[in-house]
T-cell receptor, first 111, second 115 residues
Framework: LAKTTQPISMDSYEGQEVNITCSHN???????ITWYQQFPSQGPRFIIQ???TKVTNEVASLFIPADRKSSTLSLPRVSLSDTAVYYC????????????FGQGTELSVKP | GAVVSQHPSWVICKSGTSVKIECRSL??????MFWYRQFPKQSLMLMAT?????????EQGVEKDKFLINHASLTLSTLTVTSAHPEDSSFYIC???????????FGPGTRLTVL
């Protein structure tokens, strides 16, 4: 399972766009990239998943370069309620679906 | 979206007793369920993977005789912490995966406090 590296913490202000980059140099051909959000004392919540290029949904965008050794989660116009820990995970879901969580990025959104 | 529930949401028990935590997939059949534990200010640590009808696969360092996992049906997995001690106090989270779907759905977590 590929190891991921993310910044430990980030600060932002309401209304700004936040980009969190994750490094996964050893990503395998069959690995997908998934981002989860976790609030204190809650289970993680799925945000977005991708394999290559760009994926967008109603809450975020995921940018994956051609070499797939990194990915960037983009949160447009964050609000105070986006303050949470964000986890980047890579895994081959066809091989049992194990997710190994890294340290995550603690995002703090200020007014 | 798919919903996973856990029961209880919190539990307090005395040292030496056993505690059972249930994880249910409410609107889908979960072929695989996972159990994690999370200490304060730390990331989630995978404890074990369970497939319906078969024995759970434990991660290295997790005592299988202490953390008993049963995945008796496609919608229910249970984690029993046997002879709990204060160091077992933690936040236990389950997740469920449906068949070939790439997404895992997480439960809300169970806060265990052992006195």
């Amino acid at each position: 399972l590929a190891k991921t590296t993310q910044p430990i913490s980030m600060d932002s202000y309401e209304g700004q766009e936040v980009n969190i980059t994750c490094s996964h140099n050893n990503i395998a051909t069959n690995d997908y990239i998934t981002w989860y959000q976790q609030f204190p004392s809650q289970g993680p919540r799925f945000i977005i998943q991708g394999y290559k290029t760009k994926v967008t949904n109603e809450v975020a965008s995921l940018f994956i370069p051609a070499d797939r050794k990194s990915s960037t989660l983009s949160l447009p116009r964050v609000s105070l309620s986006d303050t949470a820990v964000y986890y980047c995970l890579v895994g081959d879901y066809n091989q049992g679906g194990k997710l190994i969580f890294g340290q995550g990025t603690e995002l703090s959104v200020k007014p | 979206g798919a919903v996973v529930s856990q029961h209880p949401s919190w539990v307090i028990c005395k040292s030496g007793t056993s505690v059972k935590i249930e994880c249910r997939s409410l609107d889908f059949q979960a072929t695989t369920m996972f159990w994690y534990r999370q200490f304060p200010k730390q990331s989630l640590m995978l404890m074990a993977t369970s497939n319906e009808g078969s024995k759970a696969t434990y991660e290295q360092g997790v005592e299988k005789d202490k953390f008993l996992i049963n995945h008796a049906s496609l919608t229910l997995s249970t984690l029993t912490v046997t002879s709990a001690h204060p160091e077992d106090s933690s936040f236990y989270i389950c997740s469920a995966r449906a068949g070939s779907y790439n997404e895992q759905f997480f439960g809300p977590g169970t806060r265990l406090t052992v006195l």
